[in-house]
């Protein structure tokens, strides 16, 4: 079966989830121009996700995809965690404030969230995808029983390996160049850093699933590149973060036209796991080389925000977070479904 008739979608495009910055708006409209939409509910609770996923069904009759996060659990570690907030004090100190007394799991991994499933299998979304790794078998086979098509970023030919023995039905292959965080099943295993263009192909050659290219994908060229390499779709992130229905912000907007849209890295120290953005300070002043344990994610992102909310309150923004691939001086705004088709017309050449 091919990857559309698998989607129910007409063309081989997702939207990739984006926390924060996809919106139902923005899943509806790529949905309802033929390729797959997206929302991420990896930080909502039971209630907020089925809130999105009523505001995008009231947008669009098409299927659409949801997107959780499977990381390990947060081990809380007080003195690692305290140890980090004085590591920050100086930079609060800039602005006058001081850092918070403690930081906390600002939400919980799906795979402690049975009730997350239990709303999964009550609202039934057509595609269901996971990231940072797999939820047990029972709840895959769960969902899958309820017609859920389900997709798992891997970043290696391990994690496809992996997510094939567990019975996704594909495989988003998340190259290095990626916007957002790097969905390494294990990160304390290291990371292989493999580009998508060779990642596309290992997966390809070695896995039976349809794979799908994500990372460094711009445009419909890039898409076609991917199809070539033996992808059966493309999953573009970066791409869609300037569309009007998107939840970025305006300085956000602007900095994906300017510099430093050309200069994007990888740190794990805003949220405790490795995330490619736009360098700002964030990047250049919390990983200095007497910095301490990184607390878990997400609660080492609880001292990200707490830092950004403190510099914003006194006009300052170089503690925004703002996710992109290396791909984002090609970004272009246009609304959603235009997008869809610009791509589109590309990569039919
Ligand atoms: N992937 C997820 O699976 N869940 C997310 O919530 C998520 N948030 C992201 C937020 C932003 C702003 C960006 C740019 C990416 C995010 N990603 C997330 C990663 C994407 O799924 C995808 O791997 C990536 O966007 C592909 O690279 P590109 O940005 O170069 O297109």
Request: charged share 20%.
């Amino acid at each position: 079966m091919s990857i559309t008739q698998l989607l129910g979608i007409e063309h081989p495009i997702i939207q990739a989830p984006m926390v924060g910055v996809s919106t139902p708006a923005l899943a509806a409209a790529v949905s309802n121009a033929g390729a797959l939409g997206s929302i991420g509910i990896g930080a909502s609770t039971p209630a907020q996700a089925r809130a999105m996923l009523a505001a995008t069904r009231a947008l669009t009759s098409r299927p659409f995809n949801v997107n959780l996060f499977c990381h390990r659990p947060a081990v809380a570690d007080a003195q690692r965690e305290a140890d980090w907030l004085e590591h920050l004090r100086p930079l609060f100190a800039e602005f006058g404030a001081e850092p918070p007394a403690s930081i906390r799991e600002i939400y919980k991994s799906f795979l402690a969230d049975p009730e997350m499933v239990q709303m999964l299998l009550d609202e039934r979304p057509a595609v269901v995808s996971f990231h940072f790794g797999l939820p047990s078998r029972d709840w895959i086979d769960a969902l899958k029983a309820a017609g859920i098509r389900l997709l798992a970023s891997a970043t290696s030919l391990e994690e496809a390996r992996l997510a094939e023995a567990a019975g996704v039905d594909a495989i988003v292959a998340q190259g290095i160049e990626a916007g957002g965080h790097r969905g390494v099943f294990d990160p304390e295993k290291g990371d292989a850093g493999i580009g998508t263009l060779a990642l596309v192909r290992l997966i390809a050659r070695n896995c039976r699933l349809p794979v799908i290219a994500a990372g460094g994908i711009m445009d419909g060229q890039g898409i076609r590149a991917a199809l070539v390499l033996g992808a059966q779709g493309a999953q573009l992130g970066t791409a869609f973060v300037p569309c009007p229905e998107s939840a970025a912000n305006a300085a956000y907007r602007a900095a994906l036209k300017g510099e430093r849209a050309h200069q994007t890295r990888i740190t794990a120290a805003i949220s405790g796991r490795a995330a490619r953005g736009m360098v700002n300070r964030l990047w250049t002043d919390l990983d200095t080389a007497d910095a301490p344990t990184l607390p878990d994610y997400p609660n080492t992102y609880d001292a990200a925000k707490a830092l950004h909310a403190a510099a914003s309150a006194k006009g300052c923004n170089d503690f925004a977070v703002q996710w992109a691939g290396q791909g984002a001086p090609l970004a272009r705004e246009m609304p959603a479904a235009e997008l869809v088709k610009v791509l589109v017309e590309e990569m039919q050449g």
